[in-house]
């Protein structure tokens, strides 16, 4: 579980493949390693990932076929940067919202602008996964946990604040640009439950 609250921008030091998928080593100076052990949970770009070892300020992961095809981890090059965040831990901070790391889809930028000293982005989704968007909902975009301003069928806009502009890979998006989506769990939960009451 993780809160969207990028503690770390990264990048990719290499791509290996490995028995038909890859593994990725990750250059993580920022974030700090000290506590994370083989095994724990590192969000990159919002794909919750496996370390599987550790290799002073780097750590390695392997990456499925399924997680290659389905996120944008499979466009990733060495050099190519990505938030990171560390697993939450009980008693820690949700500055965010409850996160998974479970990528639902990807979304488009269509629009980039500035809005005084924000960014504001509008992005286009599946349709599948339009109906999850709600305006003064949360969405993660690429590991962040964001607000929705409005929506309009499958599209919805964000502001970026300076400091997220700074602190993450979002403020370098242009139109065209993909980035992972997960959705608010709590639409997912709830659509189920409003399902299962109807049958």
Same mark, same amino acid.
């Given at each position: 579980?993780?809160?969207?609250?990028?503690q770390a921008v990264g990048s990719v030091v290499a791509l290996a493949p490995k028995g038909g998928d890859v593994e990725m080593l990750i250059d993580a100076a920022g974030l700090g390693l000290d506590g994370v052990a083989r095994g724990d949970s590192i969000a990159v770009a919002g794909a919750c990932l496996t370390v599987t070892r550790l290799a002073g300020r780097r750590f390695a992961a392997d990456v499925s076929n399924e997680t290659l095809a389905r996120t944008t981890l499979g466009g990733l090059v060495p050099g190519s940067p990505v938030n990171l965040e560390k697993a939450l831990r009980a008693g820690d901070a949700l500055g965010g919202h409850y996160v998974t790391g479970h990528v639902d889809g990807l979304a488009t930028v269509v629009t980039a602008q500035d809005d005084a000293r924000s960014l504001r982005l509008v992005f286009e989704v599946p349709d599948s996964l339009a109906r999850y968007v709600a305006a003064k909902g949360s969405v993660t975009l690429a590991g962040v946990s964001l607000t929705v301003n409005e929506v309009e069928g499958r599209r919805f806009g964000i502001n970026l604040i300076p400091? &997220?502009?700074?602190?993450? &890979?979002l403020g370098q998006l242009a139109p065209g640009a993909v980035v992972n989506l997960e959705i608010d769990i709590i639409a997912r939960y709830v659509e189920r439950l409003v399902t299962a009451r109807a049958v």
């Open positions: 579980m993780f809160t969207g609250i990028v400091h &997220t502009r700074e602190v993450t &890979t």
